[in-house]
């Protein structure tokens, strides 16, 4: 009648789970929820002062790994619920058996398939209780439950030890102040109980619609809660950015900071208007994660530069230089000393040239200037003798005849055997044609030529 008994009493406690009746001494409730503050506030895990120059690009640093988001492909076999036997004092537990959040059970020893059970709705109603069958002596020591969310990077357990005694009456439970302790008498049926009813061990959310991200700065003498926001991230992609134009074009986050779980505020460039108190809120509503991150920012006035003369890479960085006494206070005087060279040798020649060819184009163009007035006195000289020609020709002249027959106009009556010899004689016989000659135009070719 035992087996039965057994069974009987694992059904009264999966009722006793689903209806929240929990009995003192009988079973030990384990409550792995997220603890602390409740989800409308925050607990500040951490708070630094940082300081950066103005002007360069300031990185606030808002980082944890339990916001990365990744999705679920194996469906449910992000949870998992496993028990071990031992370990105490240092010593290596032994796995018994384990069940991940799908339902699928995997006993590890031969021996003890039949004889350790779990419930099947376990990730359902939240009761992850081991039941023994026929408890052996082999089966005492100390036994611990242990709940494992990947996702959420959670990790909680429970020990209980368990004695194994010969008479039923000596059957008991009790709390020795750090554990359960339970008492079975050989053969009968032990109950380990493990309840845990957080919803992030018996729900399934939508992740990307519970994880958030903002960031706050609140001035000197404002509470947190009062805070300006200044940027709102979802794990879903959407992004929202809040206050003045000319200050969120210089604040960003990266676009991949739920893929590595790095949140960090970039400002650039840097301005003294912008120092305050920043704060980073990190919630994660699946897992129960609230943290907030306080970051007091400074600024600082922007390095100033090295000089010129003091920089260690031309060896003469062992001293600056002293001022010259002659210069005013307040003032500065730069001289420039160009060293004369081959540049400055072709710079003279290029100046010589110019003049050169400067005076060889005036040169010409006097020459021309003075030809032009030539041929202007020529055309005067020629128009003067067109115009006495236009009155007087040639035969106003005297030309001397000595050398020619004098013509003698009387009638020399021959007789011509044919006309052709008359015509010649009368050709021989008659004066020379006058020819008019134009003496300025012959003038003007020899002298042309």
């Known amino acids: 009648m035992e087996l039965p008994w057994g069974v009987l009493l694992w059904k009264l406690v999966l009722l006793q789970s689903e209806w929240g009746l929990w009995v003192q001494g009988s079973a030990v409730l384990l409550s792995t929820g997220p603890s602390g503050p409740t989800p409308g506030d925050s607990s500040v895990v951490s708070e630094s002062a940082v300081t950066w120059p103005a002007g360069t690009r300031a990185v606030l640093r808002c980082q944890s790994p339990?916001?990365?988001?990744?999705?679920?492909?194996?469906?449910?076999?992000?949870?998992?619920?496993?028990?071990?036997?031992?370990?105490?004092?240092?010593?290596?537990?032994?796995?018994?058996?384990?069940?991940?959040?799908a339902g699928e059970q995997r006993v590890y020893e031969a021996r003890d398939r039949g004889r350790l059970l779990l419930s099947p709705s376990a990730f359902h109603d939240g009761n992850f209780s081991l039941l023994i069958l026929s408890v052996e002596d082999s089966?005492?020591?100390?036994?611990?439950?242990?709940?494992?969310?990947?996702?959420?990077?959670?990790?909680?357990?429970?020990?209980?030890?368990?004695?194994?005694?010969?008479?039923?009456?000596?059957?008991?439970?009790?709390?020795d102040g750090?554990?359960?302790?339970?008492?079975?008498?050989?053969?009968?049926?032990?109950?380990?109980?493990?309840?845990?009813?957080?919803?992030?061990?018996?729900?399934?959310?939508?992740?990307?619609?519970?994880?958030?991200?903002h960031w706050d700065r609140q001035l000197p003498g404002v509470p947190h809660d009062r805070a300006d926001r200044l940027l709102d991230l979802y794990a879903s992609g959407e992004r929202r950015a809040y206050g003045p134009p000319f200050l969120r074009n210089r604040m960003a986050v990266g676009v991949d900071a739920f893929a590595r779980g790095d949140f960090s505020l970039h400002i650039s460039p840097l301005e003294a208007a912008d120092e305050g108190t920043y704060s980073c809120h990190l919630h994660h509503h699946y897992c129960g994660l609230h943290e907030r991150r306080v970051l007091h920012l400074r600024v600082a006035e922007p390095a100033a530069r090295p000089p010129l003369g003091a920089s260690p890479g031309n060896g003469s960085g062992h001293g600056v230089p002293s001022p010259d006494p002659t210069l005013a206070r307040g003032r500065s005087v730069i001289n420039v000393i160009v060293p004369e060279g081959h540049a400055h040798f072709f710079q003279q020649l290029g100046y010589v040239l110019a003049?050169?060819?400067?005076?060889?184009?005036l040169l010409i163009?006097?020459?021309?200037?003075?030809?032009?007035?030539?041929?202007?006195?020529?055309?005067?000289?020629?128009?003067?003798?067109?115009?006495?020609?236009?009155?007087?020709?040639?035969?106003?002249?005297?030309?001397?005849?000595?050398?020619?027959?004098?013509?003698?106009?009387?009638?020399?009556?021959?007789?011509?055997?044919?006309?052709?010899?008359?015509?010649?004689?009368?050709?021989?016989?008659?004066?020379?044609?006058?020819?008019?000659?134009?003496?300025?135009?012959?003038?003007?070719?020899?002298?042309?030529?």
């Open 355 to 361: 003049t050169l060819l400067l005076f060889i184009l």
């Open 365 to 449: 163009t006097v020459v021309l200037v003075a030809r032009q007035r030539r041929c202007g006195g020529e055309g005067a000289f020629e128009a003067a003798g067109r115009r006495v020609g236009k009155g007087t020709s040639l035969a106003e002249f005297a030309v001397d005849t000595g050398d020619q027959a004098p013509h003698r106009n009387e009638d020399i009556q021959l007789d011509y055997k044919n006309n052709i010899l008359k015509e010649r004689a009368e050709v021989a016989h008659s004066p020379l044609p006058t020819k008019n000659m134009d003496l300025g135009k012959e003038f003007r070719k020899e002298y042309c030529k």
């Open 178 to 213: 750090e554990k359960e302790v339970q008492v079975v008498a050989r053969g009968a049926a032990a109950l380990l109980t493990c309840v845990n009813h957080a919803h992030v061990w018996t729900e399934r959310h939508l992740e990307e619609a519970q994880q958030v991200v």
């Open 66 to 101: 339990r916001m990365v988001w990744t999705q679920d492909r194996l469906r449910d076999r992000q949870r998992v619920v496993h028990w071990d036997l031992g370990g105490g004092l240092g010593g290596t537990p032994r796995r018994l058996v384990d069940m991940y959040s």
């Open 139 to 175: 089966d005492a020591g100390l036994y611990t439950c242990n709940l494992h969310h990947h996702y959420c990077h959670l990790y909680e357990s429970v020990a209980i030890r368990l004695e194994v005694t010969d008479g039923p009456q000596s059957a008991q439970a009790y709390w």
